[in-house]
Structures are given as structure tokens and as C-alpha cells.
């Protein structure tokens, strides 16, 4: 795959501070899922980050894989999988173009990822997705939404944008309230409200 870097990106990951999103440990609602089974054969962590979530899927037993534009990131994620003795791969790409890496998927991991795109890259994040995705794999997938009160923050996203998106080519299994632990030492944000959603590739005889 392509080896690309957005600088902000790298920014926010090189501040004193550490990123909202980035709390040192996976997302709850992630951790439920490994501990259902559901992270599961080849794992690809969209977006990745440091690696929390790809570093759980793969002490879950995942062959797991994990992308982030930012090479920092990818390199803390690295560093993690060393220290902790957890065998994973990391590698900086773009999670528009996803069909670079050469592989094909069980299951994806978006753990905040989505409400970064706009909607002309919304529609190609989607594309990009079922590009590595297998037929009735399925992506379980958490973006922020509108329920989260004020304008702090990603973009808020609703069932019905979701739906939407993932309209063609996937069925909608189901999406759930959800929320996403935030790092925010000092101004008492500790979590911001989600939806978790987990949608399915459709197989090609149902596609249309």
C-alpha cells in the first residue's frame, strides 16, 4: 500500500495532549463485541489509530490489520503490539483507498471514522469499504450522532445517514445507541453519544 501522511493528522497525535478519541484502550462497545465472538478470521481496524481496537480483535484471536493515514499513529501502534507481545500488522494508508492493501476481510472495525467524511467522501469511504470486505462479512461500525447535544466535535451523523449510505450493496443488521469514551482531562466530557451500527456485505446473488 501506498506509504501517504496527512500532517494534521500526525498533529494531533504529536500534541502534548492526547487526541479526544485517543484514551489509551479500547472502546467499550468494541469490547463487547470481542468478548461475543464477533471480531472474528481476518480483521481489518479502519482507521486504526494507536491500534487499540486491532490490538483487541488480535488478543482475541483475529489475524488482524490495522490502517491509519497518520505514520505516528501507525508507529505507536507498532510499539504497542511489541510491548504487550500481541502479534497484529499496521500500515499507513488511506481508508479511501483501502483495495491498495490486497486483501479481502472477514470483518471491519470503524471506531470513529465515518463522521470524519463529508458526503462526497462518505460515498467513496463506503465504496472503499466493500472493496475489501467479503460477501456477508460485516463492518461494526461507530460514529458519533445527533443525539450528542451542541456543536463540539465531529460531524453528528443520524440512523437515517446511515441507512442511507449503506443502501446499496449492504443490509443494515441492526444500529444501536452507543457512546464513545473520550480523553478529555480537566473539562468533565467523558463520553460523547454514538450509534453503533452493524451492516453486512451483501452476498452477490442478493445484490441489486
Given amino acids: ?3 501517504v501522511t496527512t500532517p494534521s493528522w500526525d498533529d494531533a497525535y504529536a500534541a502534548s495532549t492526547p487526541a479526544a478519541w485517543d484514551i489509551g484502550r479500547p472502546q467499550p462497545a468494541f469490547v463487547r463485541l470481542a468478548e461475543q465472538g464477533l471480531l472474528a478470521g481476518r480483521v481489518l481496524d479502519s482507521g486504526c489509530g494507536t491500534g487499540e481496537q ?3 480483535a488480535a488478543a482475541h484471536g483475529a489475524d488482524a490489520v490495522g490502517v491509519d493515514v497518520s505514520g505516528l499513529a501507525v508507529r505507536r501502534a507498532r510499539q504497542k ?3 504487550r507481545g500481541v502479534v497484529a500488522r499496521f500500515e499507513v494508508g488511506d481508508a479511501l483507498r483501502l483495495a491498495d492493501l490486497g486483501l479481502t ?3 471491519i472495525i470503524d471506531s470513529g471514522v465515518f463522521h470524519v467524511f463529508d458526503d462526497e467522501n462518505r ?3 463506503v465504496t ?3 472493496a475489501v470486505l467479503r460477501p456477508g462479512g460485516r463492518c461494526y461500525l461507530m460514529c458519533f450522532s445527533e443525539r450528542q447535544p451542541g456543536t463540539c466535535g465531529p460531524r453528528r451523523v443520524s440512523q437515517d445517514e446511515l441507512r442511507a449510505a449503506f443502501s446499496h450493496g449492504w ?3 441492526s444500529i444501536e445507541a452507543a457512546a464513545f469514551e473520550l480523553n478529555r482531562p480537566g473539562i468533565g466530557i467523558p463520553s460523547a453519544q454514538a450509534w453503533l451500527a452493524m451492516l453486512e456485505r451483501k452476498i452477490l446473488a442478493d445484490q441489486g
Fill in 1 to 3: 500500500m501506498d506509504t
Fill in 54 to 56: 486491532t490490538l483487541l
Fill in 81 to 83: 503490539a511489541a510491548e
Fill in 105 to 107: 476481510f472477514d470483518t
Fill in 123 to 125: 460515498a467513496r469511504y
Fill in 128 to 130: 472503499s469499504l466493500a
Fill in 171 to 173: 443490509a443494515v443488521v
